[in-house]
């Protein structure tokens, strides 16, 4: 099978380099010098437009957002120009329920399917091929998708409609993003009040308000004083908007998603656009003076 690969960022270009492993390979990327080095890297074909990567049997999308998607579609270089009848497109990235269907609506008028398939596991799940891919299709279009999508994902799970996909991995995010903010705040007043971070999360760890930021992210990354630059502030601010979205339009009140985006939104504007998503643990550091190590 000919797979068409758009978007190598910090995600996307791991998961490419597993397609690029099984098969037939096309990619594209909007700045051109990372396509060309990830082609000589893995013997993938980079091309100059998206209307070239369409060319293939499935192709798949992994930008920051579904607006990155929908920008791709027209023009005489566009997708919609080079897709096939009975192609298949795979958006992996993190987008907008709404957003997902209206590109769906578009690609059906020109009888190309749709899987809307954001994945998590982060960008080391994205190199070990462990990601979990969570799939909004129709039925017969998710088993179409399966094996493209086992190239990259560990656990790969349909879990409705077109959309469903993308509102699954938001309300995901929102958990994420409300756990970074919440174990920050607490570990800093613990380090106040003398409790060392290292012994906090052990006891922590081994009791009900673990989580995967207290159990992983924050000793690995935070601990170690280590910070690697794995999944943009932006992009998780994205998908909490996404999430307060959702809520809002299947009218649930959700005063926590809110309080987290505003709180995350505050921190973007704080730590610019390239911030890391646990760099806002760093400004609640910087506001109470302590630094969290161990
Ligand atoms: P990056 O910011 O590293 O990369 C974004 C990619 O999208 C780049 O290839 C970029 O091209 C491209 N892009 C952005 N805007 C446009 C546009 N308007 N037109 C064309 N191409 C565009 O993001 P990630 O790889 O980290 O994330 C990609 C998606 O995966 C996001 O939706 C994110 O939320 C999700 N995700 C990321 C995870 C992570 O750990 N990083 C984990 C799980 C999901 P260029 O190179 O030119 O900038």
Same mark, same amino acid.
């Given at each position: 099978?000919?797979?068409?690969?758009?978007?190598?960022?910090?995600?996307?270009?791991?998961?490419?380099?597993?397609?690029?492993?099984?098969?037939? =390979?096309t *990619?594209?990327?909007?700045?051109?010098?990372? $396509?060309?080095?990830?082609?000589?890297?893995?013997?993938?074909? $980079?091309?100059?437009? #998206? =209307?070239?990567?369409?060319?293939?049997?499935v *192709?798949?999308t992994?930008l920051?957002?579904?607006?990155?998607?929908?920008s &791709?579609? !027209?023009?005489?270089?566009?997708? =919609?120009?080079g897709l096939?009848?009975?192609?298949?497109?795979?958006?992996?990235?993190?987008?907008? +329920?709404?957003a997902?269907?209206?590109?769906?609506?578009? &690609?059906? @008028?020109?009888?190309?399917?749709f899987?809307?398939?954001p994945?998590s596991?982060?960008?080391?799940?994205a190199?070990?091929?462990t990601l979990?891919?969570?799939?909004?299709?129709? +039925?017969?279009?998710?088993?179409?998708a399966? #094996?493209?999508?086992?190239?990259?994902?560990?656990?790969?799970?349909?879990?409705g409609?077109?959309?469903?996909?993308?509102a %699954?991995?938001?309300?995901?995010?929102?958990?994420?993003?409300?756990?970074? %903010?919440?174990?920050?705040?607490?570990?800093?007043? %613990?380090?106040?009040?003398?409790?060392?971070?290292?012994t $906090?999360? !052990?006891v922590?760890?081994?009791?009900?308000?673990?989580?995967?930021?207290?159990?992983?992210? *924050?000793?690995?990354r935070?601990?170690?004083?280590?910070? #690697?630059?794995?999944?943009?502030?932006?992009?998780?601010?994205?998908? *909490?908007?996404?999430?307060?979205?959702?809520l809002?339009?299947?009218?649930?009140a959700g +005063?926590?998603?809110e %309080?987290?985006?505003?709180?995350?939104? @505050?921190a973007?504007v704080?730590?610019?656009?390239? $911030?890391?998503? &646990?760099?806002?643990?760093?400004?609640?550091?910087?506001?109470?003076?302590?630094?969290?190590r161990?």
């Amino acid at each position: 099978m000919h797979v068409g690969f758009l978007g190598l960022g910090a995600i996307g270009a791991p998961m490419a380099a597993h397609l690029a492993r099984r098969g037939r =390979l096309t *990619v594209w990327n909007r700045t051109t010098s990372r $396509a060309s080095q990830f082609a000589a890297r893995t013997g993938a074909t $980079a091309v100059a437009a #998206p =209307l070239e990567a369409a060319e293939a049997d499935v *192709v798949v999308t992994c930008l920051g957002t579904s607006s990155d998607v929908a920008s &791709l579609l !027209d023009g005489p270089d566009g997708l =919609l120009a080079g897709l096939r009848a009975g192609a298949l497109l795979i958006d992996c990235t993190s987008g907008d +329920p709404a957003a997902s269907r209206r590109i769906a609506a578009r &690609l059906a @008028q020109r009888r190309v399917a749709f899987a809307d398939a954001p994945v998590s596991g982060g960008t080391n799940g994205a190199e070990a091929g462990t990601l979990t891919v969570m799939v909004g299709a129709e +039925p017969a279009v998710f088993e179409r998708a399966r #094996p493209v999508l086992e190239a990259f994902g560990r656990r790969i799970e349909h879990v409705g409609p077109i959309g469903a996909g993308d509102a %699954l991995k938001a309300v995901n995010n929102a958990f994420l993003a409300l756990n970074i %903010l919440a174990v920050g705040e607490g570990l800093v007043a %613990l380090a106040k009040a003398g409790v060392a971070p290292r012994t $906090a999360l !052990d006891v922590i760890n081994a009791s009900s308000g673990r989580s995967f930021v207290s159990e992983v992210l *924050v000793p690995e990354r935070v601990l170690t004083r280590t910070w #690697p630059r794995a999944f943009r502030l932006a992009l998780l601010d994205k998908d *909490v908007a996404i999430a307060v979205g959702l809520l809002a339009e299947t009218g649930v009140a959700g +005063p926590v998603f809110e %309080l987290t985006r505003s709180v995350l939104g @505050q921190a973007r504007v704080a730590l610019g656009e390239a $911030a890391d998503y &646990l760099d806002p643990i760093r400004l609640t550091e910087q506001q109470a003076g302590v630094e969290l190590r161990g």
